[in-house]
């Protein structure tokens, strides 16, 4: 069985919902608390045993790029100036030279072509494709739980998790099958479903291990829902042939492609800090009240 040594980062999306902002700033540079949304995503994947990190960028996407380069003179003036603590977490976040490639994705076509876009850096092994919109907060991380659960079953792995019954129109929703080791067998894929339509109340929640077969798939796909490539409908084709395994993720998932979810997830990561964690519950109390 071939390792997941490799993560895709669709980072091409127009952002539409955050606009002004994604004018200039591509809404994965948008930080939560003192970060940018993509590095708590590329440390999930790095925690998980990704050993290559390949990000699908588009136009005004380029200091996505110059965020993960070593910031040679930003390092040299931390020196001068003895700030050993900056250094030390710029290292531990700074991927190492040779893993990490940048493509791009000319016109915003949808995520299934987006992913397509990553075929020739990405090869013909199985690979992650981690949604940067979405971050997770969790003891075992999301990816992790999925590697364990792909190194057990050699297959597709889709992470999904509960949400509330009444919701499902809002989201990816898969019918769940027979228990396999931590997951379940899907047994289909249903894009937004009436609550009284879904098969169940466990939703995509962007976070995926696919088979390079997927790329074949995409080259072909014709367009979907809102005229893109849907990366579902290439999905459902590839469980024609190929198994695809559910893995029931338990933390919790912030949506930072919308600004309420956005802001949840700074308040969360505030207060999950201990630094900051009294200061913020002050301020929340005084401007609640
Ligand atoms: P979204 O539809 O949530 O992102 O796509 P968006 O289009 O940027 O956001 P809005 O709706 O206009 O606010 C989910 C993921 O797929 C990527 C996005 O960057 C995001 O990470 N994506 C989407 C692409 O890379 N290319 C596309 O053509 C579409």
Redesign the pocket.
């Known amino acids: 069985m071939k390792k997941v040594r490799k993560a895709v980062f669709?980072?091409?999306?127009?952002?539409?919902?955050?606009l002004p902002a994604t004018k200039t700033v591509p809404?994965?540079m948008l930080t939560v608390v003192d970060r940018p949304v993509i590095q708590y995503v590329v440390d999930e994947a790095r925690e998980a045993g990704i050993e290559h990190f390949i990000f699908?960028t588009?136009r005004n996407k380029g200091n996505i790029e110059d965020y993960f380069d070593l910031q040679f003179e930003l390092n040299e003036t931390l020196a001068q100036r003895g700030k050993t603590a900056q250094i030390e977490l710029l290292q531990s976040m700074q991927p190492a030279a040779g893993t990490t490639s940048f493509t791009r994705?000319q016109e915003?076509?949808?995520?299934g072509?987006?992913v397509w876009c990553a075929r020739d850096l990405v090869g013909d092994e199985p690979f992650a494709l981690l949604?940067?919109?979405m971050i997770m907060r969790s003891n075992i991380s999301c990816m992790r739980g999925m590697v364990e659960l792909y190194e057990e079953t050699g297959s597709n792995v889709i992470a999904v998790a509960e949400c509330d019954p009444a919701e499902t129109h809002k989201y990816g929703i898969v019918g769940a099958g027979e228990k396999a080791g931590a997951g379940f067998e899907i047994t289909g894929m249903v894009e937004k479903p009436k609550p009284a339509d879904a098969p169940s109340n466990l939703y995509i929640n962007g976070r995926y291990i696919l088979q390079p077969e997927i790329f074949g798939l995409l080259a072909t796909q014709a367009r979907g829902a809102g005229n893109?490539i849907q990366l579902t409908d290439a999905m459902l084709r590839l469980g024609d042939t190929q198994r695809l395994f559910g893995y029931h993720y338990r933390g919790e998932t912030y949506d930072c492609?919308s600004p309420e979810g956005f802001v949840e997830a700074n308040l969360a990561f505030a207060l999950g800090r201990a630094d900051l964690r009294p200061q913020i519950e002050t301020i929340v109390r005084r401007l609640a009240g």
């Open positions: 669709p980072v091409a999306g127009l952002g539409t919902r955050f809404k994965e699908v588009g994705q915003p076509l949808g995520l072509h987006a949604l940067p919109d893109e492609g």
